[in-house]
């Protein structure tokens, strides 16, 4: 079955800390991984797919395929990183366009 | 300016009602969406179109319905709210192209069943 995990509900870091958020699919074939974010008051919106594999404000996200895993990443927390962050799976290399989300972690950067 | 919009915002309705979640969109999608979100949970795709007179149902069953007569239309129905109901309603759009097109979110109608 397809399945996205977030494992951690909540992640607290302090400001210019590095930053992982954890995302582990399910998925036989080959996904399209995606991170969405929602800032307070805001609409999700999305952040990066996997295969522009760019940086989008200072965050990275690589695909590990042995490991199932598509952790986002940032080297220095700004307080303006707080929000939500979803990891989502297109299962069927996009041909249905629909998506899997996972549970979110909100990420809470302290000053 | 192109946007995604829903309607209303917030809704507290008792048992029984009769609801429709209302959702346009002005980016000339001809895909749309309709998510249920449930607090600390995923989102779940409840209901999807690619285009007019096109509807189907999503990953989670809903007793929700749907419709698709305007491209720019998608409106959701609750024939008899019921307090399970209660959750964040989220409707998006997308484009129609090769491989995954980006959803573009609405707002999102907070609805509670009393």
């Known amino acids: 079955a397809q399945r996205v995990t977030q494992p951690e509900k909540l992640l607290s870091v302090f400001k210019g800390a590095p930053v992982e958020l954890k995302c582990n699919y399910s998925?036989?074939?080959?996904?399209?991984l995606f991170w969405y974010v929602q800032y307070s008051r805001q609409r999700l919106q999305l952040l990066l797919r996997?295969?522009s594999r760019e940086s989008i404000k200072g965050f990275t996200a690589d695909l590990n395929k042995g490991e199932t895993s598509f952790h986002l990443k940032k080297p220095f927390a700004q307080e303006e990183d707080s929000a939500m962050y979803y990891c989502?799976?297109?299962?069927?290399?996009?041909?249905?366009?629909?998506?899997?989300f996972g549970t979110g972690t909100l990420l809470a950067v302290q000053p | 300016e192109a946007d995604i919009y829903q309607t209303p915002r917030y809704l507290v309705i008792g048992t029984g009602k009769k609801i429709t979640l209302e959702c346009s969109q002005t980016?000339?999608?001809?895909?749309m969406y309709w998510y249920q979100q449930d607090p600390g949970m995923e989102l779940h795709l409840i209901h999807y179109?690619?285009?007019?007179?096109?509807?189907e149902k999503g990953d989670l069953s809903s007793e929700s319905t749907v419709s698709r007569i305007r491209t720019e239309h998608f409106p959701l129905t609750l024939e008899s709210a019921r307090p399970s109901h209660t959750s964040q309603y989220l409707c998006?759009?997308?484009?129609?192209?090769?491989?995954?097109?980006?959803?573009?979110f609405g707002p999102g109608t907070r609805l509670t069943v009393l």
């Open positions: 998006a759009s997308s484009d129609t192209g090769i491989g995954y097109n980006e959803q573009f």
């Open positions: 998925y036989s074939g080959s996904p399209e």
């Open positions: 996997h295969i």
């Open positions: 989502a799976l297109a299962g069927d290399g996009g041909a249905t366009n629909k998506l899997i």
């Open positions: 980016m000339g999608h001809d895909k």
């Open positions: 179109s690619y285009g007019v007179n096109s509807t």
